[in-house]
């Protein structure tokens, strides 16, 4: 085998010298669409590198038989791919004219016509250009001696033959064609063409020249032209082969194989699928990704080639390999993925198979491949150095190589990178074979998925699906995969010249709890709103990235200044939510945030987070609150404040009323701790003053009593007052008591008053109790007020419990108030505050005899039966749970319900379709079963079905077929007395109803009567 030299230079050391991909796969298309049920039967064998020779090298005929050109009636039909030479195969060859000195032969380069053109004809490797005789003569070398005529293989071509006259040298004049060769012998189909030497022993010194053509082949397939398939735009139809262009794309090509090509209705090359059958979403990705890469494939195969191997030869041009199996054919591209879900230990049944390493056999680490090389006429050459990683080398001790055949590649470049692919997926953990609960059936081979499972070594491992397998009786899915190392994509493809390390099980440290990886949450804003207004939060959205996090920790403290914070403040969310929700912040503050996780364990490192930064939070809008309209919202502000100002009005009246009457301040503190030292002693002071005069009378009683000693002092004061003028009548009676040890002191203040007067009629009853001790504050207050006017009558109640350390402040204030007025108008409110720091929490009832509410602002709130700990109603941030749920009546909701907030999949009642009666086979098709599934939202519809059949005149065909809204989803069928047979099938659906049908064919004398089918849809 020739060797290429002039390509030894891409592959020199691990230095990657080749030109890299013009951007990565991952910019240029979206992640694959999802894939279709397949059970693929060739993952294994593919990435088998104990036998990489056989499992990697396609097995079609190579580059040296498409260069030979030769007579064999058992040859296949040839098939021309991409841009490349082929010599063809003689179908003719016959002498002609005066002493047979005219030798003519007819070729076929390609069936599968008609191909795109071609570019050049050569004779022993020398292109020989054709202007003489009307275009069919010779010029230059050969002129007079040699004559071409070609065509590109219509489907009704003319007969192939000598037209050009008049001319002494031209074939008419020399004997003209054989008499073997007539019209009837036409090539419709065929890219072929006609021959002719005339005998010139100067110019054939070596005999007849080497012939071969260099064109462009085949049309193709291509579903992103095609404005029927989802997201195409073009005229390209599947099952119209004259709406089809030329290409290279490998995917092109091998999707146009598996549709197969037909000539008058035959099946001539591929595998002859319906569309139906296709996995059409992964050959477009697989387009995308070789368009991107510049990869292509060029040569030619024949029709006695085995149709799975060509395949295969394909798609290794792309960096792909066939999935074959299940409903549907499908590849799996070599391209970055992203990871469709993430799979733990609760997912998984039974128990899994890990492998612990590649076997020194299997991890390569050197690959000679052998390709086309146009540059040294077309021949399959070798480079002259391998494509090798030597970090590798280094690593594994020794060179571990294979040889690699690329029989419809190229590009030099292109084979360094399908080697380097070949290096890096041999050095990936093979053979991790997971069983999984049916939910998960929707996974399709090819993609990607992240497994966390710390016993198994594999902690937030990504994985490529390979090969699924599903046991029917079960409903459990099992997939084989293998790890997927990203790094590998940038180093195949010469974007980088540092290999990624190999793949490994790692363990965990159940002590240690790793932080949010940078972009795993982030915050997006400082309020939370909706129609019901706003109110300031600090909103973070993102996903858990630790496998076993069963919490997330949002960590925040407001930013009092430049380098002044206020405490550490947490809230707790469940480790599958997406945002996360602070509320009971301050309004128009800065806080700080951090975030972190919570493990199955139980383990946390609370002085730990990921910082995430600072935000401002917005200010409370109040647009809707609940089913209260904002007036009534207004009306409970209007209606406490009122009350708070008329029990303060009452207070000061009466107060200044004292005062008047009294003349002195009464503060009994002040009085037994003069600045000059404590009394020591006991005091008694009593006093009775009345007063007449034309304004006002006033009868008053004043006692105090006073005692002290040393440190130790104690005071009661009791005044007892009536007062009458002639617009105001008060009577009130106080008493205050005090005692004190050093700065440490409790005191209790009371009042009881009523006031009267031409406008309104007050009474009030006030009480404070406080306790100091080393500045640690405790305080009870409560205030008692009725008032009436002429408009309106009010009652209002507002009490406070307060407590405060180290300027640290907890406190309970409620108030209650009552107003009715002259013109109608009617109110109850109550209201709790719960104040602890800087967080505050309560709730408020109104009534204002129309319409009335309850509200509620607290982090969480539940509902108890009392007995226990147990909360069938539990409200956590902006999410309720609800336990044993009994809805009576219609069941409303807006907004959407999916997979991220449900351990299960939401599905809608299940359809069912049954019978019992007969029926007898008809030879055709016939409908046995059918129902519609509705679908909400766009979703997947899962069906199953069971059939009962009856051979009374013994073993018949029968085929059963199972359609899910109109696409065939499951097909059985046999000669033999198969008495139960089952079917199940699922597809990816738009919302709305979908119809699901059971149809089955069997000869006259097979009947079926029992039957059920059971469809369901979920989302």
Avoid at 87 to 108: P, R, S
Avoid at 659 to 679: C, E, H, M
Avoid at 696 to 723: D, Q
Avoid at 742 to 750: G, M, P, R
Wanted: with cysteine; net charge negative; charged share 15%.
């Amino acid at each position: 085998m020739p060797q290429a030299a002039l390509a030894a230079a891409v592959w020199v050391g691990s230095q990657v010298a080749f030109a890299a991909a013009a951007v990565g796969a991952s910019t240029v298309v979206a992640a694959a669409a999802g894939y279709a049920t397949l059970g693929a039967t060739l993952a294994a064998e593919v990435y088998a590198v104990s036998k990489a020779t056989q499992a990697l090298t396609p097995k079609i005929k190579g580059a040296e038989t498409v260069l030979q050109w030769q007579a064999d009636p058992r040859a296949g039909i040839p098939y021309g791919i991409g841009r490349s030479a082929i010599a063809g195969n003689i179908v003719f060859n016959q002498a002609a004219g005066d002493t047979n000195k005219f030798l003519n032969f007819a070729t076929v380069y390609s069936g599968a016509g008609p191909i795109d053109g071609f570019e050049a004809f050569q004779a022993n490797g020398v292109t020989v250009p054709f202007t003489a005789d009307g275009g069919e003569g010779a010029s230059g070398y050969y002129l007079n001696r040699m004559w071409l005529k070609t065509q590109l293989g219509q489907a009704n071509e003319p007969y192939l033959h000598w037209t050009a006259t008049g001319s002494k040298d031209t074939p008419a004049n020399h004997g003209g064609m054989p008499s073997e060769w007539t019209s009837a012998h036409k090539l419709s189909g065929y890219a072929a063409s006609l021959w002719a030497l005339e005998y010139d022993p100067k110019k054939y010194a070596s005999g007849v020249p080497t012939p071969r053509m260099i064109g462009r082949w085949v049309k193709t397939y291509d579903p992103r032209q095609d404005s029927t398939y989802p997201g195409g735009s073009g005229p390209h139809r599947w099952n119209d082969e004259s709406t089809w262009t030329w290409s290279r794309c490998p995917y092109r090509h091998s999707i146009t194989w598996i549709i197969g090509r037909r000539s008058n209705g035959v099946l001539t090359h591929g595998l002859g699928a319906d569309i139906s059958e296709i996995d059409v979403p992964a050959f477009v990705h697989g387009a995308n990704v070789s368009d991107a890469n510049s990869w292509c494939v060029d040569g030619a195969v024949d029709s006695l080639d085995d149709d799975y191997e060509v395949l295969k030869a394909m798609l290794q041009a792309g960096g792909g390999v066939p999935i074959l199996g299940g409903s549907k054919i499908s590849c799996m591209v070599n391209a970055p993925a992203v990871s469709l879900a993430t799979i733990t230990e609760a997912d998984i049944v039974g128990t899994m198979t890990i492998p612990g390493q590649v076997s020194a056999a299997e991890r390569i680490n050197t690959v000679w491949p052998s390709y086309t090389e146009e540059a040294l006429d077309w021949q399959v050459v070798t480079p002259d150095a391998p494509v090798q990683v030597a970090e590798y080398v280094a690593v594994d001790g020794e060179e571990r190589s294979i040889e690699l055949g690329m029989p419809l590649v190229s590009n030099a470049t292109q084979v360094g990178q399908i080697s380097r692919y070949a290096i890096e997926d041999a050095r990936e953990l093979t053979g991790i074979v997971l069983t999984l609960f049916p939910r998960w059936k929707w996974l399709p081979p090819g993609a990607c998925v992240t497994v966390n499972s710390p016993e198994a070594g594999l902690n937030g491992q990504k994985v490529r699906i390979q090969k699924r397998t599903r046991d029917l009786s079960t409903k459990l899915p099992t997939y084989i995969c293998r790890t997927e190392t990203d790094g590998k994509h940038a180093y195949a493809l010469g974007q980088t010249n540092t290999p990624p390390a190999d793949p490994s099980l790692t363990g965990v440290d159940a002590n240690v709890v790793p932080l949010p990886g940078d972009g795993a949450w982030q915050i997006v804003g400082g309020v939370t709103a909706n129609e019901f207004g706003s109110l300031p939060a600090i909103v973070i959205q993102g996903e858990a990235d630790l496998y076993d996090a069963v919490s997330i920790v949002v960590d925040y403290r407001e930013v009092l200044g430049p380098s002044s914070f206020g405490p550490w403040q947490s809230q707790t969310f469940p480790a599958s939510a997406r945002q996360l929700i602070v509320t009971g912040v301050k309004p128009g503050a800065v806080y700080q945030v951090r975030v972190r996780y919570i493990t199955a364990g139980g383990v946390e490192n609370p002085d730990t987070g990921t910082d995430l930064g600072t935000v401002n939070t917005g200010e409370i809008i109040a647009a809707k609150i609940g089913k209260f309209a904002e007036e009534q919202l207004q009306y409970w502000t209007e209606l406490t404040q009122q009350a708070e100002a008329t029990a303060r009005d009452a207070q000061l009246r009466v107060l200044d009323a004292l005062t008047k009457a009294a003349g002195w301040d009464l503060d009994l503190l002040g009085q037994i701790l003069p600045p000059s030292g404590r009394p020591v002693g006991a005091t008694i002071d009593d006093q009775i003053r009345k007063v007449e005069s034309n304004t006002e009378t006033i009868a008053e009683h004043y006692e105090e009593m006073s005692v002290g000693f040393a440190n130790a002092a104690a005071a009661l004061a009791i005044e007892a007052l009536t007062r009458a003028s002639q617009d105001e009548a008060l009577s009130a009676y106080q008493i205050a008591l005090a005692a004190t040890v050093n700065s440490n002191y409790a005191t209790v203040n009371s009042t009881l008053a009523t006031l009267t007067t031409n406008q309104n009629a007050t009474a009030l009853a006030l009480t404070t109790l406080t306790t100091n001790f080393n500045s640690n504050v405790a305080t009870v207050s409560s205030q008692l007020t009725a008032l009436s006017n002429a408009q309106s009558a009010q009652a209002s109640s507002i009490s406070t419990l307060s407590s405060t350390v180290g300027g640290n402040t907890a406190s309970i204030s409620t108030i209650s108030t009552t107003l009715a007025t002259l013109n109608g108008q009617v109110g109850a409110a109550f209201g709790l505050q719960l104040s602890a720091g800087n967080k505050i929490i309560g709730f408020k009832g109104i009534n204002n005899g129309v319409t009335g509410g309850f509200l509620i602002d607290a982090d969480y709130f539940g509902i108890s039966n009392g007995l226990g700990s147990t909360y069938p109603f539990f409200v956590s941030g902006g999410t309720v749970y609800m336990t044993n749920v009994a809805i009576l009546g219609s069941l409303i909701v807006y907004g959407t319900v999916d997979a991220p907030q449900l351990a299960n999949r939401a599905a809608t009642s299940t359809s069912r379709s049954n019978a019992s009666y007969a029926v007898g086979g008809s030879g055709g098709f016939q409908t046995i079963l059918s129902h519609y599934v509705y679908l909400p939202k766009a979703g997947t519809v899962d069906a199953d079905c069971t059939v009962a059949q009856h051979f009374p005149s013994g073993d018949r065909n029968w085929e059963f077929q199972l359609y899910i809204d109109g696409e065939q989803q499951f097909r059985c069928y046999g000669a033999n007395g198969q008495d139960s047979v089952s079917l199940a099938g699922s597809k990816d659906c738009a919302a709305g109803y979908r119809l699901v049908e059971v149809i089955w064919s069997a000869h006259t004398s097979v009947n079926v009567d029992y039957r059920i089918l059971k469809s369901m849809g979920s989302w």
